[in-house]
Nanobody, 122 residues
Framework: QVQLVESGGGLVQAGGSLRLSCAASGRTFGSYAMAWFRQAPGKDREFVSS????????YYAESVKGRFTISRDNAKNTVYLQMNSLKPEDTAVYSC???????????????WGQGTQVTVSS
C-alpha cells in the first residue's frame, strides 16, 4: 500500500514557475515508478510525465516537454515536478501516481494522490 500526498500548487502568473512535490508513505518507494497527471475542468485526465523507479528514465507529454522536469529523491520518498514558463492552459488539478511498472502514458497506475490545484493567470 502506498499513500501519496501532493503539495506545492497555487496561483502563478503566466511565465512563472512552481514546483510540485508528492510525498509517499512506505519503505518501498524506490521500487515504484512515479507519474504526474493533470485534469482541467470539463476535460479528461491528461498524462504529464513519468519517471522510473531509479530515476534513470523519464518521459514527458509533448505539451510540457522543455518546460517541465520530473525528478525524485528516493531517500526522501518524494517525487517532484518543476514547472517553468507556465501558461494559462497548464491550469488544472495535478495528481501524482505510483505503480511497480514504468509506463509512458495514462495506462493503469495503482496508487493515486488527491491532487493539488495549479492556476496560471494570464
Amino acid at each position: 500500500q502506498v499513500q501519496l500526498v501532493e503539495s506545492g500548487g497555487g496561483l502563478v502568473q503566466a511565465g512563472g514557475s512552481l514546483r510540485l512535490s508528492c510525498a509517499a508513505s512506505g519503505r518501498t518507494f524506490g521500487s515504484y515508478a512515479m507519474a504526474w497527471f493533470r485534469q482541467a475542468p470539463g476535460k479528461d485526465r491528461e498524462f504529464v510525465s513519468s519517471i522510473s523507479s531509479s530515476g534513470g528514465s523519464t518521459y514527458y507529454a509533448e505539451s510540457v516537454k522543455g518546460r517541465f522536469t520530473i525528478s525524485r529523491d528516493n531517500a526522501k520518498n518524494t517525487v517532484y515536478l518543476q514547472m517553468n514558463s507556465l501558461k494559462p492552459e497548464d491550469t488544472a488539478v495535478y495528481s501524482c501516481a505510483a505503480d511497480l511498472y514504468f509506463k509512458t502514458g495514462l495506462g493503469t497506475w495503482a496508487y493515486w494522490g488527491q491532487g493539488t490545484q495549479v492556476t496560471v493567470s494570464s
